[in-house]
């Protein structure tokens, strides 16, 4: 496994796919589509991110993508200037440091 690899499974370890509902949580979806779903939004999610993976690889956060009545992403555990990168880089907004 070269180091590339490993640095892609630390991506997909970051992105947390999760559906909640009266305040549960489930992670494995049972309705098949809706982990189509899920699985679709984690790899556009991977390719937005993408430009800014060596940032995202030195942090220990997640990403975690809520599907219930009112979708969002949350993002627990960056550093403040991360989080903020992450947050205009999904917003398509230029990043200004």
Known sequence: MG??????????QMVQVSYSYKNRE????EDSIMNQIAESGKRMLFALLEPIHDVLIT??????ICLDERPNIELE??????KHQIECTLRGEEYEN
């Not at 180091?3 to 997909?12: N, P, Q, R, V």
């Not at 555990?77 to 991360?82: E, W």
């Open 26 to 29: 489930f992670f494995q979806l």
């Open 77 to 82: 555990g960056f550093s403040a200037p991360v």
């Open 59 to 64: 942090e220990n956060g997640k990403i975690k």
């Open 3 to 12: 180091s590339s690899d490993i640095l892609s499974e630390k991506t997909k």
